[in-house]
């Protein structure tokens, strides 16, 4: 087995071992709506302002919040029925839908990329993409910082086989690169922002440089939203005004997502000032450029064969 062949079956190993089946459909009456979140976001300010909540009170549905630190095993809990919506980025759907998981995108949350970055140490010898080769790349299996790392070393000119991928969770890949034991991480806020301040993390490229436009998804689980769309539809109507003051409020969204989550409010300003809180239907725009990232791993080997990412857009209309 060659090597990017090897890489592509180890990228899909932690989702091709899960029973990828589409669970049995629910009983109409629904009386808990289960969240999945990360410490970042429109749903962190959507929880701190029990926006959700409010929504769905008078269909009689209760809100439960679920934290997970990356996308990839988020969307396993949701594949498998654990949560029924939640947020993460670009790649852990591309992933998740290569190894048949139960999902459909619900919204999407346009952004600049300007919440990820490739960071190494401050005295690190590397100054450019390029002398990344034969170095250590940390970056978490299947979430948006492995698009992210992926698309870096095409702009350096180097193959996924010229670097050492190193598979490790934010929390990990924190501690990794503060002891050196690894040469730079691919990640996102408020990860990101926590490396420059508490360990002067230095910037090797930024996400906004390397992606340009980007997205970020609200996704469901599929029997969920064929079974339950109002419910759906009443919460993504809540994170659109969570989006909107979000939008608007910045220095307030700090300080909210830092009682949320309980990472310091410094590290929340500089994740709240980078971060975009508009949220948007899936529009066809959107769909093409997730498209063009499931197109790259495909070419990669890093998920098995080709996707369509349309198929998975979720229409209220036909649920």
Do not use: C
Not at 89 to 112: H, T
Not at 136 to 162: C, I, M, P, Q, R
């Amino acid at each position: 087995m060659n090597r990017r062949r090897f890489l592509g079956t180890a990228a899909l190993a932690g989702l091709a071992a899960l029973p990828f089946r589409f669970p049995a459909a629910r009983a109409a009456s629904l009386t808990q709506f289960n969240v999945g979140f990360q410490k970042n976001g429109v749903l962190v300010v959507a929880r701190n302002q029990r926006l959700i909540e409010t929504a769905l009170e008078p269909q009689g549905v209760a809100v439960n919040w679920v934290e997970f630190q990356a996308g990839p095993p988020l969307l396993e809990a949701m594949n498998v029925g654990s949560i029924d919506f939640g947020t993460t980025g670009d790649a852990p759907p591309i992933f998740a839908q290569a190894a048949d998981a139960n999902i459909v995108y619900a919204a999407a949350l346009p952004s600049k990329g300007r919440n990820s970055a490739i960071l190494v140490p401050k005295d690190s010898s590397i100054q450019t993409l390029a002398d990344l080769k034969g170095k250590k790349l940390a970056f978490t299996k299947g979430s948006s910082a492995h698009n992210v790392a992926v698309v870096a070393l095409e702009k350096a000119g180097l193959g996924y086989s010229d670097v050492e991928p190193v598979y490790l969770s934010p929390a990990d890949a924190g501690a990794a690169f503060a002891s050196g034991a690894i040469d730079a991480w691919s990640i996102w806020d408020p990860f990101y922002a926590g490396a420059e301040l508490n360990q002067g993390a230095r910037v090797l490229a930024k996400g906004d440089d390397l992606l340009g436009a980007t997205n970020s998804f609200f996704l469901a689980n599929g029997t969920f939203a064929k079974d339950h769309a109002d419910v759906l539809k009443s919460a993504i109507g809540a994170l659109g005004k969570a989006g909107d003051w979000a939008n608007a409020n910045k220095d307030a969204v700090a300080e909210a997502l830092s009682a949320a989550t309980g990472v310091p409010v410094e590290i929340q300003k500089l994740t709240a000032e980078r971060g975009d809180f508009t949220v948007t239907p899936v529009s066809p725009e959107i769909v093409a450029t997730q498209q063009a990232v499931a197109d790259r791993f495909a070419k990669l080997g890093l998920i098995p064969a080709r996707i369509d990412v349309a198929a998975r857009v979720w229409s209220a209309n036909q649920s």
